[in-house]
């Protein structure tokens, strides 16, 4: 299932504890394609926290607590980690990571708070949502066949990788407009993981991201820059990247497309995709402009002038996707709509 609609999800399973609606959510997927990240992002949105257990670095008894006397009998120290009202909040999200990952008696430890929301004499209070991820066997991690009843506890959900929902995210959180152009240039590379192979480095979501702090860190310095960007998404993505990146002196001038004069869009392809993330990028910081509408109409109008009208397609949903439904106030947007004609623009 793609990101987008995970995060629906786990949102709604989220809101819906105090209603008694709840189920313990089990997110499926390779590592690096964001299963703690949708996670964090539904917790922030709703300012609440996440309390992270990495059940593979755990032992039973740090799940359980310590037994202790009590006179003749014994009594259970509730560990600290787990969700509590006045040390946490009300509610909130308790994420089991790597659960895929923990030796069984950690697992067998995890079935009662799991389904009972309950360890002994321990409650997770009530508005707190129970969600775990982990790799899936063959991923070439650290994994255990996940037991039938501890399966059983979860609904379950496979996070697929989606080139749209990572690029409306890529904006959202400021990466860097080359990266974004690439992935829309090899889109195939956002994810390439082959576990039989072992990679070190392998482009991913995660790793992408680590790309775009390289750039930041060493973009200035080009006999550095391949290198650090090999060590992120691997030899041969690093490579494509570096040379694509190298190209980026002949775009248009994007100021000039700004200002409205009649700019034409390049021919080489990837330069068209560079173009049109620049862009993106640039009418997202023009939102607190006064000419913002002016600037977004100028765009527009560039849109129209590519031969090959899915390239002003995709421009053009990719900022609508970030900057909202203002960009149809636009009035050159109508004027758009009728030059892409027959190709339906949709979300």
């Given at each position: 299932?793609?990101?987008?609609?995970?995060?629906?999800?786990?949102?709604?399973?989220?809101?819906?504890?105090?209603?008694?609606?709840?189920?313990?959510?089990?997110?499926?997927?390779?590592?690096?394609?964001?299963?703690?990240?949708?996670?964090?992002?539904?917790?922030?949105?709703?300012?609440?926290?996440?309390?992270?257990?990495?059940?593979?670095?755990?032992?039973?008894?740090?799940?359980?607590?310590?037994?202790?006397?009590?006179?003749?009998?014994?009594?259970?120290?509730?560990?600290?980690?787990?969700?509590?009202?006045?040390?946490?909040?009300?509610?909130?999200?308790?994420?089991?990571?790597?659960?895929?990952?923990?030796?069984?008696?950690v697992s067998a430890a995890?079935?009662?708070?799991?389904?009972?929301?309950?360890?002994?004499?321990?409650?997770?209070?009530?508005?707190?949502?129970?969600?775990?991820?982990?790799?899936?066997?063959?991923?070439?991690?650290?994994?255990?066949?996940?037991?039938?009843?501890?399966?059983?506890?979860?609904?379950?959900?496979?996070?697929?990788?989606?080139?749209?929902?990572?690029?409306?995210?890529?904006?959202?959180?400021?990466?860097?407009?080359?990266?974004?152009?690439?992935?829309?240039?090899?889109?195939?590379?956002?994810?390439?993981?082959?576990?039989?192979?072992?990679?070190?480095?392998?482009?991913?979501?995660?790793?992408?991201?680590?790309?775009?702090?390289a750039l930041q860190k060493?973009?200035?310095?080009?006999?550095?820059?391949?290198?650090?960007?090999?060590?992120?998404?691997?030899?041969?993505?690093?490579?494509?990247?570096?040379?694509?990146?190298?190209?980026?002196?002949?775009?248009?001038?994007?100021?000039?497309?700004?200002?409205?004069?009649?700019?034409?869009?390049?021919?080489?392809?990837?330069?068209?995709?560079?173009?049109?993330?620049?862009?993106?990028?640039?009418?997202?910081?023009?939102?607190?402009?006064?000419?913002?509408?002016?600037?977004?109409?100028?765009?527009?109008?560039?849109?129209?002038?590519?031969?090959?009208?899915?390239?002003?397609?995709?421009?053009?949903?990719?900022?609508?996707?970030?900057?909202?439904?203002?960009?149809?106030?636009?009035?050159?947007?109508?004027?758009?709509?009728?030059?892409?004609?027959?190709?339906?623009?949709?979300?």
């Amino acid at each position: 299932m793609r990101p987008a609609q995970l995060s629906i999800i786990l949102e709604r399973e989220f809101l819906s504890t105090y209603e008694g609606y709840h189920t313990p959510v089990m997110l499926w997927g390779p590592p690096g394609v964001g299963k703690s990240q949708i996670v964090a992002q539904v917790a922030a949105k709703h300012h609440a926290p996440v309390i992270d257990i990495r059940l593979s670095q755990m032992e039973p008894s740090d799940l359980r607590g310590i037994p202790f006397r009590v006179d003749n009998h014994v009594e259970w120290a509730v560990p600290a980690l787990l969700p509590d009202v006045k040390r946490h909040a009300s509610r909130g999200i308790l994420f089991l990571d790597e659960i895929t990952s923990a030796v069984p008696s950690v697992s067998a430890a995890a079935y009662q708070l799991i389904l009972d929301r309950r360890l002994g004499e321990y409650e997770v209070p009530e508005g707190w949502a129970i969600i775990a991820a982990g790799n899936r066997q063959g991923d070439r991690g650290v994994t255990y066949t996940m037991p039938a009843p501890l399966a059983n506890r979860f609904s379950h959900f496979d996070v697929d990788v989606y080139l749209d929902d990572w690029v409306a995210w890529a904006y959202q959180h400021e990466i860097d407009d080359k990266i974004i152009a690439f992935l829309r240039f090899r889109p195939e590379l956002l994810f390439d993981f082959d576990p039989a192979h072992n990679p070190v480095a392998f482009p991913s979501p995660r790793s992408w991201e680590f790309a775009h702090r390289a750039l930041q860190k060493f973009g200035d310095h080009p006999d550095l820059l391949l290198g650090a960007l090999q060590a992120c998404v691997g030899p041969a993505a690093g490579i494509e990247l570096n040379a694509f990146i190298a190209n980026l002196d002949k775009l248009p001038d994007l100021e000039a497309i700004l200002r409205g004069e009649p700019v034409q869009p390049p021919q080489e392809i990837d330069l068209k995709y560079a173009v049109a993330a620049a862009l993106v990028g640039l009418a997202i910081r023009s939102q607190d402009k006064a000419n913002c509408q002016q600037i977004y109409g100028n765009i527009l109008k560039f849109a129209g002038r590519f031969k090959h009208r899915e390239m002003g397609v995709m421009l053009v949903s990719d900022m609508q996707r970030a900057i909202g439904s203002v960009l149809f106030e636009v009035p050159e947007f109508g004027e758009w709509a009728q030059i892409i004609g027959d190709i339906m623009l949709y979300e």
